[in-house]
């Protein structure tokens, strides 16, 4: 492992567990029992590994979310299965949605990154509603601008979720992740058909 991913590795576990206000880069050295001078020399202040975390997020999310097999095996459970794997590396990089605003303020570069991102979100999200509608599984829209409001509800919880669980949740943290996944998943319904509907209730089952 290079000095450059074992210094993300530690600041990822930091500021997870402290946030991005407590941990400093001479905390992230002394961690590692690296001199101040030398973690400088690879990241010159903690929003440089802020910023490079994002990053490593958005590449592992996209190893996944960017595969041309997602529209061609269609299906609730895949639905299912993507909420699942988003929130679990949500879940793993948490500090970023806890401290998401905060985070978003000091550097005005990751906010333009974010941007992009729902952006390109948006794109990949049409595709795979009018995928879902084409085989019978959601219904058309009803309302105008209707789909529309579902991505941006999912996007809103996505980043949020975690900031919300950290005040209100009150259950297991082994069971926080299921909890919100679930959540999120129930937005699907009252666009469902009979058939998709079918199908949602046999996910439920398992």
């Not at 988003?86 to 978003?104: A, E, N, P, R, T």
């Amino acid at each position: 492992m290079t000095t450059k991913q074992r210094i993300l590795n530690t600041s990822l576990q930091l500021f997870n567990q402290q946030g991005i206000d407590t941990i400093t880069v001479r905390h992230i050295a002394k961690e590692l029992g690296m001199s101040h001078g030398n973690l400088c020399y690879h990241f010159p202040n903690t929003d440089v590994i802020i910023e490079k975390l994002y990053e490593q997020l958005l590449n592992e999310l996209n190893e996944t979310l960017t595969n041309p097999m997602l529209l061609q095996e269609l299906n609730l459970k895949m639905f299912y299965e993507l909420t699942s794997f988003i929130f679990g590396k949500l879940y793993k990089y948490k500090f970023l949605m806890q401290d998401f605003v905060s985070i978003m303020r000091r550097n005005p570069n990751l906010k333009q990154k974010h941007r992009a991102l729902v952006s390109s979100r948006r794109m990949l999200f049409q595709m795979g509603i009018g995928a879902a509608i084409e085989v019978g599984m959601l219904k058309p829209d009803i309302i105008e601008g209707q789909y529309e409001n579902y991505f941006e509800q999912l996007f809103i919880i996505s980043d949020f979720w975690l900031s919300s669980a950290e005040i209100l949740y009150e259950g297991t943290e082994e069971n926080k992740l299921e909890k919100y996944i679930n959540i999120t998943f129930t937005l699907i319904v009252p666009y469902l058909t009979e058939k998709g509907l079918a199908e949602y209730q046999e996910i439920l089952k398992k």
